[in-house]
Nanobody, 117 residues
Framework: QVQLVESGGGLVQAGGSLRLSCAAS????????MAWYHQAPGKQRELVAS???????KYGDFAKDRFSISRDNAKNTLYLQMNSLKPEDTAVYYC???????????WGQGTQVTVSS
């Protein structure tokens, strides 16, 4: 059974930085996509950034210039470096794993990020 455990969230002032981590455990196909999503109160969950097992990345428009996604395949760990944080970045951040075949999606429990003005 695959489990995703996020860490690194917290309270930070605007302009500050945080680094989120997501540790994946279990039997995981090497062909997969890992991603970070966030969900603010009253809003839909949206993609922050994704990265394939080969290292190709995609970012939400709001994250392109400030956030950086990376992964350590040997450790099955996903990272999100967030810089120049804004109050509107406040949300629960979720780790996501998409296994390509058979197509299966997993979610972490989420970690709260709060940015104060």
């Amino acid at each position: 059974q695959v489990q995703l455990v996020e860490s690194g969230g917290g309270l930070v002032q605007a302009g500050g930085s945080l680094r989120l981590s997501c540790a994946a455990s279990g039997t995981i196909s090497s062909l997969n996509v890992m991603a970070w999503y966030h969900q603010a109160p009253g809003k839909q969950r949206e993609l922050v950034a994704s990265i394939t097992s080969g290292g190709s990345t995609k970012y939400g428009d709001f994250a392109k210039d400030r956030f950086s996604i990376s992964r350590d395949n040997a450790k099955n760990t996903l990272y999100l470096q967030m810089n120049s944080l804004k109050p509107e970045d406040t949300a629960v951040y979720y780790c996501n794993l998409l296994v390509v075949s058979p197509r299966t999606m997993y979610w972490g429990q989420g970690t709260q990020v709060t940015v104060s003005s």
